[in-house]
Each structure stands twice: as structure tokens, then as C-alpha cells.
T-cell receptor, first 118, second 115 residues
Framework: DAGVIQSPRHEVTEMGQEVTLRCKPI?????LFWYRQTMMRGLELLIYFNNNVPIDDSGMPEDRFSAKMPNASFSTLKIQPSEPRDSAVYFCASSLIAGGRSGANVLTFGAGSRLTVL | AQSVAQPEDQVNVAEGNPLTVKCTYS??????LFWYVQYPNRGLQFLLKYITGDNLVKGSYGFEAEFNKSQTSFHLKKPSALVSDSALYFC?????????????FGSGTRLSIRP
């Protein structure tokens, strides 16, 4: 398996533009998490899905942020409109949460999408 | 609500010396605990986890961690540090006492190993 794949790796955009970040989780994983990493706030959980259904979006900072998972192999995180304070590295991670398997509960992270909003 | 704290922003150790990176947690039920490492411009990589059983957990690259329920701690240790261990280390917790499956990370500790 190629691991968790995120795109784009780098995005530079201007304030007010729409940004869409994409994630392909590991096949067979039943949970998908979106995290945001900044120097000031560390690694924040934004939202997570179980079997494509959003479970907890309490970490999504504002209505400008939205996330979808239309099928088991694809998720998007959208920011509209973007602001300079949204500049961060956004990570997608997937996992098998169910117990009994050796890899259960272990998150596999993508390489991240570095967003810069000017 | 679950939380995890890493009280040290940075830990500096000489190569060959033992290292400890501290982590404490708070959960309503029982915890699953994890350590991850992040190298520059990379995603986080799994090091080790505590789910149940032996309180001393061994993981990748010679790292180990000890679960201490009374002190609600899960400190990361290595007997002899290598320069290549220099990286950002994150502790994480999942509260299995709740119905949620969220995994929360600490603020991270930068480990610097000097030759």
C-alpha cells in the first residue's frame, strides 16, 4: 500500500480564495482524521470520520471550514474563504480503530499539505 | 474530556546518555496511549502504544515507555540516545471510556541530541 496520500503538498493562495485539500486513506481503514499543525497551537484535531460518516467536527474552527468523505477512498477539507490565519500544515491520517488486530488504533499519517494564505 | 500534556518544549541530551520525554494524560475512563515522532517536513510516524497488559511497552528504534496509572503518565525513554533521535515527539491519548474514538495529541517535545 502506498500509505495515506495527500494533495497538494504545497498550496499558496490569496486571502478570500477557496482551498481544497485532498486525502486518500489506506484501503480497509475505517477511520479518517484531519489535523492541523501550527507553531502556536500544535497539532489540533479538526474532524474525524468513521465509515465515511462524520463523527465529531467540534474542532473545525469556523463555518469557513468543511469536510466531506463521499466514499471510503477519498476525503476533502475545504476552506472558503481562506484567511492568513489558516496558514498551517494540514494532515490526514487513517486507522483501524476496532480492537483485536495488531495495527488497531495506530494512525498512519500522510505527508501533509502546507497551506500559505497571503 | 480527554487531554494530554507534554510539559517540556525541548529536551537536550548528550549522545550515549539516557533520555526521557514526559507525558501526562487525563481521561474519564481507561486510556490507550501512543508516542509518535515527526522528522522535518514529514508526517508523524508511530513509535509505540499501550493498550493493555504489561506497563512497559517497547517500540521502534529502541524506544520504550512506561504506563503509570497512579501518576497518569506515559513517559518515553531510551537507554542510550543517538544523534539521529533528534526530532519532534508527540504523545497521544484515546479515551476508551467514552463512546468517541478521537485521538488527541500533546503539544510536542523537541528532542535534541548533541554529539
Amino acid at each position: 500500500d502506498a500509505g495515506v496520500i495527500q494533495s497538494p503538498r504545497h498550496e499558496v493562495t490569496e486571502m478570500g480564495q477557496e482551498v481544497t485539500l485532498r486525502c486518500k486513506p489506506i484501503s480497509g481503514h475505517d477511520y479518517l482524521f484531519w489535523y492541523r499543525q501550527t507553531m502556536m497551537r500544535g497539532l489540533e484535531l479538526l474532524i474525524y470520520f468513521n465509515n465515511n460518516v462524520p463523527i465529531d467536527d467540534s474542532g473545525m474552527p469556523e463555518d469557513r471550514f468543511s469536510a466531506k468523505m463521499p466514499n471510503a477512498s477519498f476525503s476533502t477539507l475545504k476552506i472558503q474563504p481562506s484567511e492568513p490565519r489558516d496558514s498551517a500544515v494540514y494532515f490526514c491520517a487513517s486507522s483501524l480503530i476496532a480492537g483485536g488486530r495488531s495495527g488497531a488504533n495506530v494512525l498512519t499519517f500522510g505527508a501533509g499539505s502546507r497551506l500559505t494564505v497571503l | 474530556a480527554q487531554s494530554v500534556a507534554q510539559p517540556e518544549d525541548q529536551v537536550n541530551v548528550a549522545e550515549g546518555n539516557p533520555l526521557t520525554v514526559k507525558c501526562t494524560y487525563s481521561v474519564s475512563g481507561n486510556p490507550y496511549l501512543f508516542w509518535y515522532v515527526q522528522y522535518p517536513n514529514r508526517g508523524l510516524q508511530f513509535l509505540l502504544k499501550y493498550i493493555t497488559g504489561d506497563n512497559l511497552v517497547k517500540g521502534s528504534y529502541g524506544f520504550e515507555a512506561e504506563f503509570n496509572k497512579s501518576q497518569t503518565s506515559f513517559h518515553l525513554k531510551k537507554p542510550s540516545a543517538l544523534v539521529s533521535d533528534s526530532a519532534l515527539y508527540f504523545c497521544a491519548v484515546r479515551d476508551i471510556g467514552s463512546s468517541a474514538s478521537k485521538i488527541i495529541f500533546g503539544s510536542g517535545t523537541r528532542l535534541s541530541i548533541r554529539p
